[in-house]
């Protein structure tokens, strides 16, 4: 077990094995000395716990916990294309998207879960440049979907 394995043990969760795409994609890319995931879906054992629109079928609250899930999803997709997590020493960007009630406006309060997660997990290095966008609809209907950028060595 690595060393960043043993800080995300101690916050009680597990990184589970890479999700397989749902479409024609690869669920990350390295270029240099970077690593790109996929958008990561709030998959939990191959199943969406929710779906549907933040702000009418799932609460804000609940997405924000479905937004640390798209971190350990996408945590799994960069393990699997640079072998081990204690190889990232950055997180660089994070686009989150928020399927949205079109009264819903809290975007960001959502994303902040993967933010706030990324943070316990990296500390300092896990602050990053990051975007919330509110969407019609996202696959499969989840309420949230998110893509990183890991710098690694």
Do not use: W
């Amino acid at each position: 077990m690595s060393a960043l394995d043993d800080r995300i043990a101690e916050l009680g969760l597990v990184i589970p094995e890479g999700s397989k795409p749902v479409a024609a994609y690869i669920p990350a890319v390295v270029s240099g000395s970077l690593v790109y995931t996929s958008g990561q879906l709030p998959m939990v054992g191959g199943v969406l716990p929710a779906t549907g629109k933040v702000g009418a079928a799932v609460t804000p609250e609940d997405a924000k916990t479905l937004a640390r899930t798209c971190v350990l999803n996408g945590l799994a997709a960069a393990r699997s294309a640079i072998g081990s997590l204690d190889r990232i020493t950055r997180v660089v960007k994070v686009v989150g998207f928020v399927a949205s009630d079109p009264s819903f406006t809290g975007q960001p309060g959502v994303i902040n879960g993967a933010s706030e997660l990324l943070g316990d997990i990296f500390g300092e290095s896990g602050q990053h440049a990051r975007s919330a966008v509110g969407v019609a609809v996202l696959p499969l209907d989840a309420p949230v979907e998110i893509e990183f950028v890991f710098e690694f060595a």
